[in-house]
């Protein structure tokens, strides 16, 4: 990445309710900085509408896309960063070469705008040069067909795509022939994905909005609302408000799990008084919250012994478990045996407050238990996801109201795009349908996800990269290979609405295919198209775009990729133009392929939309038992953080890598990170005191990080200002995509292949 530019940056601790009049300034802030045209501002309020756009801000899902706005600053930020006036034009890139805008910041690429024509890349003068759209997809088509194989290409998707768009993408992806579709669910909740459908037969939420009417307690692992979903903080409120206890789980105790001034309520705003909302914070160790959990599942079943001796009332609830679930007794042996001094050395974690957590979740009889990428992000994230759902299940907290479990997604359509088909590993009978209504034989082997496509690519194997959406070189991990995995392919597409790092790493041929964002008006033979995308809580509705395309020359997605598929493949066996002309054709052949969309265009035509209820919602298990699973893992204590701890001491740390409030992404809007108190700077490390002082380092100094791995490629970066937190000690955060050169390739999650994002093994040296 660029050398970085020297910053001034300030630390003070915010001391403020999060959101509140703190965030509506920013949000005046941004409209500003952005020049959003005056006519526009109205968009906001069709934000989240039965009539309007869905946010592409994050997947929270939203009360029946309700008639009351509701106001989120970071899904203002994302509308404003779309709409914004500022262009990137042929003549921009005229002037400057790719290697002078390597030079850049992420933020400041960011910058200049929206992408306004289609560009090719021209090794001559290293500059982009505009190109026809007929052009760029003849280059595509000609370079998809001189491969000798078609897993030697892999299709990126970033989960912004509609479900249209996806659909179509893999079914082109699909008919050339290949299972390559690495995606950002791959570095996201891809542990979910995986681990979930082990216990329940589903990876999707089991619970609906209004569950959070009826639960008593809400359990929140890992996850950051007042940034990544401020509109999850309103329903923790009235939660809160209504007596449910809130409990946080993370290293960090997070602002806004604290104390909310809800935007929404004028008198809290005019008041400047503010709901508190956690009543319980734990902060374990880093990758913990499987000891941690685990030793809550052990309580229990201790606390339930006593129970029974006593004649009380059980704590297990035996019919669930008798009726519902698979290998109760083998799960409550491992328990027994499981030893408590390792489950409090692995969490961090005292046996007291395992005690009293295991305590509050006992109490409640109507429990959500949410999750972000704390948990996902780890080497066991897959057994901690396994762990959370058999804790769950001990009480009978799924399938019932007020109850259930909620792994909270990020990209406001990454679930959807998964339904529709964006898989790596798809499933046979998904397939099948494939065939029955296509005609064609689809490729049946795994694909490669995010990881293994970069392996492919520094092998030499992958050779074409077509991202739809995203910022490929930038979100994924050791940022070096990855830039020197991209560069070595023969052709990289990227589709995109801004400029971003992806387009700059790129391979031999280069195309940048500008496309039209979520909040435009997306026409197709003189009708506007509704797109439809699928929430966090499984909820299908559908988005209109409400603004003017932010160029003439802009295409939507779907058209983009009919296109692609028929410069490759030709219009013989599946029309692709003809699906694209009218989007309700593809909706009704997604009706064909999948179960759960019967009548699809007539269902996302009610306001609000539909929802894809999950067959564990009725207690009705897809698992090879039949049944709701029990699964038995091992706390693992010989993992390549426990080897480098043996050879470098206390030296060693484990590092963190998480988004800053003034960020979507990979997208840098601003320099701040006003909850946690940083303002200006973005290279920070957050270090525990106790940490500083071991170490003889001091708040304000520069430090060099590298990473500890057992391959000897050296990872490092420079000149990270430290900044003295209330984290573990022994753990160390820091923001994404500064810190991914230090996360390697081959440090993945187990069973689901996901970056180790959130323990990394560093050192820290004093800069120079
Ligand atoms: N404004 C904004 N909104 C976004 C995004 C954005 O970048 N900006 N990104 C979107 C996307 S794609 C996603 S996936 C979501 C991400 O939203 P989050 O899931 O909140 O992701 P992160 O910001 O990475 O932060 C994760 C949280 O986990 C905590 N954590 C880290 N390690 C551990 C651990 O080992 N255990 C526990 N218990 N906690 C831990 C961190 O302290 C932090 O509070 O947000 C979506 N929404
Ligand atoms: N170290 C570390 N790495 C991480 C993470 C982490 O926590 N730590 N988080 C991971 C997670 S959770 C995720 S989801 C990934 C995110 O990975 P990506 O989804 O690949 O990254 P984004 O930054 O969301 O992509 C931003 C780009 O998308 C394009 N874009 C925006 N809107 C649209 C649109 O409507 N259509 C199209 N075609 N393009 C659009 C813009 O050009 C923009 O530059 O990063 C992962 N990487
Ligand atoms: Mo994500």
Redesign the pocket.
């Known amino acids: 990445m660029s050398s970085p530019a020297p910053e001034k940056g300030k630390i003070a601790p915010y001391t403020h309710p999060a959101a509140g009049w703190g965030a509506l300034k920013y949000v005046a802030i941004n409209l500003i900085k952005e020049k959003v045209a005056a006519g526009k501002y109205t968009l906001l309020f069709k934000q989240n509408q039965a009539d309007g756009f869905d946010c592409p801000?994050?997947?929270?899902p939203d009360r029946e896309h309700a008639s009351t706005f509701e106001f989120c600053?970071?899904g203002v930020?994302?509308v404003a960063a779309e709409a914004t006036s500022k262009r990137v034009t042929p003549e921009f890139f005229a002037a400057h070469t790719v290697t002078s805008l390597m030079e850049q910041t992420d933020f400041e690429l960011e910058q200049h705008g929206r992408l306004t024509h289609p560009m090719v890349y021209d090794a001559k003068s290293d500059k982009y040069r505009q190109i026809e759209w007929s052009e760029a997809f003849a280059m595509i088509g000609r370079h998809l067909k001189a491969l000798d194989n078609p897993n030697r290409a892999a299709f990126y998707t970033s989960?912004r795509a509609s479900n249209e768009a996806a659909f179509l993408y893999q079914l082109f992806v699909r008919a050339y022939g290949t299972n390559n579709f690495p995606d950002?669910s791959n570095?996201?909740?891809e542990a979910t994905s995986r681990g979930l459908p082990t216990t329940i037969g589903v990876g999707k939420a089991t619970v609906l909005l209004d569950d959070f009417e009826h639960a008593d307690t809400i359990l929140i692992?890992?996850?950051?609302?007042a940034?990544?979903?401020?509109r999850m903080l309103g329903e923790l409120r009235e939660c809160a408000r209504r007596g449910a206890r809130i409990v946080s789980?993370?290293?960090?105790r997070?602002r806004g799990m604290e104390r909310f001034t809800s935007p929404q309520h004028p008198v809290e705003m005019l008041t400047g008084s503010s709901t508190k909302i956690a009543s319980m914070f734990?902060q374990?160790?880093?990758?913990?919250?499987f000891a941690?959990i685990k030793g809550m599942a052990k309580r229990l079943v201790e606390m339930d012994d006593v129970a029974v001796l006593h004649g009380h009332t059980r704590l297990i609830d035996v019919d669930f478990v008798r009726e519902h679930t698979d290998g109760y007794e083998a799960f409550v042996e491992d328990l027994r045996a499981e030893s408590w001094a390792d489950i409090v050395a692995e969490s961090g974690i005292s046996y007291e407050d395992i005690d009293a957590l295991t305590q509050v979740y006992a109490k409640g009889e109507r429990v959500i238990a949410c999750?972000?990428?704390?948990?996902?992000?780890?080497k066991n994230s897959v057994p901690t996801i396994q762990i959370l759902s058999n804790l769950m299940m001990m009480r009978g907290n799924i399938g019932r109201p007020g109850a259930g479990l909620l792994p909270?997604?990020?990209?406001s359509n990454?679930q959807g795009n998964r339904t529709v088909g964006i898989e790596e590993r798809p499933e046979q009978a998904f397939l099948d349908r494939l065939k029955e209504v296509f005609g064609f034989e689809p490729p049946r082997g795994h694909g490669y996800d995010v990881v293994k496509t970069i392996g492919a690519m520094l092998e030499g194997e992958v050779r074409v990269f077509v991202g739809l959406g995203g910022n490929f070189a930038a979100a994924t991990p050791d940022t070096q290979r990855t830039f020197e995995a991209l560069r070595q392919c023969d052709l990289t597409v990227n589709i995109a609405t801004k400029l971003n790092r992806s387009h700059l790493v790129h391979g031999k041929d280069s195309l940048i295919l500008p496309t039209i964002g979520r909040t435009e008006i997306d026409m197709q033979h003189g009708v506007a198209q509704g797109v439809t995308v699928e929430d966090s809580v499984c909820m299908v509705h559908v988005s209109f775009g409400m603004n003017a395309p932010a160029s003439p020359h802009l295409r939507s997605e779907t058209a983009i990729v009919a296109h692609m598929a028929e410069a490759t493949l030709g219009s013989g066996k599946i029309d692709w133009l003809w699906y694209a002309q009218d989007y309700a054709r593809i909706r009704d052949v997604i009706e064909k392929v999948l179960d759960g969309f019967e009548n699809y265009n007539e269902r996302v035509a009610i306001p609000g939309g539909f929802h894809l209820t999950p067959a564990a919602n009725h207690r009705v298990w897809h698992t090879p038992s039949g049944k709701a699973e029990f699964k038995i893992n091992r706390i693992d204590k010989d993992t390549p953080i426990h080897r480098a701890r043996l050879a470098y001491g206390d030296d060693l740390l484990v590092m963190?890598?998480?988004?800053?409030?003034?960020?979507?992404?990979?997208?840098i809007?601003g320099l701040d990170d006003r909850y946690r108190g940083v303002f200006g700077l973005r290279r920070v490390v957050f270090i525990n005191a106790a940490d500083l002082a071991r170490l003889g380092f001091k708040a304000g100094q520069k430090v060099d990080i590298t990473s500890v791995w057992e391959d000897g490629i050296r990872r490092r970066v420079e000149d990270f200002e430290l900044v003295e937190y209330d984290?573990p000690a022994g753990?160390v955060?820091a923001y994404?995509p500064e810190t991914n050169p230090l996360v390697p390739l081959e440090s993945t999650g187990d069973g689901c292949g996901t970056p180790t994002?959130?323990?990394v093994p560093v050192l820290l040296h004093l800069s120079k």
């Open positions: 801000g994050c997947a929270w600053e970071n930020k994302a989960g950002c570095m996201c909740h692992f890992g996850h950051n609302a940034t990544n979903h401020p789980i993370n290293p960090l997070e734990l374990p160790k880093l990758g913990g919250d941690l999750w972000g990428m704390g948990l996902t992000q780890h909270v997604r990020g990209h990454v963190m890598t998480t988004r800053s409030h003034d960020q979507y992404n990979t997208t809007y984290i753990c955060g994404y994002s959130k323990s």
